[in-house]
């Protein structure tokens, strides 16, 4: 399992100023917990972050639906399957239909009939996800659909998301239930891992291994897999729990 960079403090030992302001993500479950835990190291940064979060969430100008799909999609391309899974949850209390939610994880999110607006959103989002600059062709399309507001708003929307999916995937701080990913540098295409859990690893065109299922239930057949796998390119992150002890499973180390 792999262990958080930096462990996330626990409630009672974050600072009394923040502890009012952050005691609400207790509610949201384990994940929101290790990520504001993590924040109360710098209680600067942290109430920085989260009044910046609650500007974009409640202050904001952009319609709400397009904002969810712009996280989704974020994300989505960032690998982050905490964020998207919350942000799920948002986009279905939003009444946002089930096909545009997974249309945004697709390869070509065009599978869905989008509108104009959302469209061109979400073609602008994959290129400001990675750090590439808006094409004109497509800042004078956004500029015609949005105000000026919306437009600042668009891009610090985009890279907020970035910054909360990077700096979980950097630190490995636990979301809210087990994680799975595959190091594509590392993979030797061995494929004891499909063989072993074919429900949660698949081989792409290229022989490389990939995921079917990334937040799957932790099962022994998962654990084997990681196990077995000859390049070590497999990582299962643990849940609520930050810094397990080691433990045995029919002579499986899980750590």
Known sequence: MVTPRITPLPPDAWPPALRALLHASRQDGAGRENLFGTLAHHPPLAEAWLHLAQVLTHQGLLDAR????????????LRSPYVRARHEGHARDLGVPPAAVAAT???DPGVYDWSAREAATLRAVDLLSVGTALPEALWHELAEMFTTPELLELLVLVGQCAMVCTTLNTLH??????????????CCSAGQCVSTAPE???????????????????????????ALCPSGAIHLTAPAHLTAPARTTEGVPLS
């Open 200 to 226: 949660v690893f698949a081989h792409d065109e290229d022989g490389l291994v990939t995921l079917v299922e990334e937040r799957p239930a932790v099962t022994d057949r998962l654990r084997l897999a990681a």
């Open 105 to 107: 994880a697709a390869a």
């Open 66 to 77: 397009l904002r969810e799909l712009a996280m989704l999609r974020t994300a989505h391309r």
């Open 173 to 186: 701080t636990p979301g809210g239930g087990p994680t799975v990913r595959v190091d594509a540098e590392r």
